[in-house]
């Protein structure tokens, strides 16, 4: 039963093109690392969607068991788990973003 | 909280390190910001490179010894590229 979180997140993200779980929203995020995501993603202009997961617990600890990754905001982008605020800051520096949501979109 | 010293012998027990940069995010000696260069880390995506370093500090990240932890993660060619 407890596993029905697993599908739920599962389907989220291969339903969304670029799906971000963070703290708060996108206007209102309620931790710096997921902001700083949000910035991110926001300089791209794509589509993107977000799940608060500090309106429930069960998807907060779901999405931490479904990467085994420790830590919150996690984006997945083309159904795949990409990494949380360092990692997309990382890979904006880099310029390896762009060629990812391009073939993420380019579908 | 840990020292740099032992940050770095706790790395490198486990993973081949080429350079670790250590830095105390806020001076309480438990949010630190690390730079670790290895070449485990060819070929791999960021991801995996974050989670070899986990790993690795498993210890001091469960027991609270090290709070927050910020990862840059370079291979060697990587590092040649976009380090510095």
Redesign the interface.
């Known amino acids: 039963m407890a596993d029905e979180v697993l599908s739920k997140i599962d389907e989220k993200i291969k339903n969304n093109k670029v799906m971000l779980y963070m703290k708060g929203t996108p206007d209102f995020p309620q931790c710096g690392f997921s902001a700083h995501t949000v910035e991110i993603l926001k300089a791209y202009n794509v589509p993107f969607a977000t799940e608060d997961v500090l309106a429930d617990p069960v998807v907060r600890d779901g999405i931490k068991r479904y990467s085994n990754w420790p830590t919150i905001p996690q984006v997945y982008i083309d159904g795949k788990f990409v990494g949380g605020c360092d990692i997309m800051h990382e890979l904006h520096e880099r310029g390896e973003l762009e060629p990812l949501l391009k073939s993420a979109f380019g579908k | 909280m840990i020292t740099p010293e032992e940050i770095k012998t706790t790395l490198a027990a486990t993973l081949p390190v080429s350079l670790v940069e250590t830095q105390d995010l806020t001076g309480g000696g438990d949010h630190w910001q690390l730079i670790v260069v290895s070449p485990a880390f060819e070929g791999k995506g960021?991801?995996e490179q974050?989670?070899l370093v986990?790993e690795a500090l498993k210890e001091p990240l469960a027991d609270q010894r090290i709070h927050a932890l910020?990862?840059?993660t370079f291979s060697p060619a990587q590092w040649e590229k976009?380090g510095s």
């Open positions: 960021l991801i974050h989670r986990n910020s990862l840059k976009f």
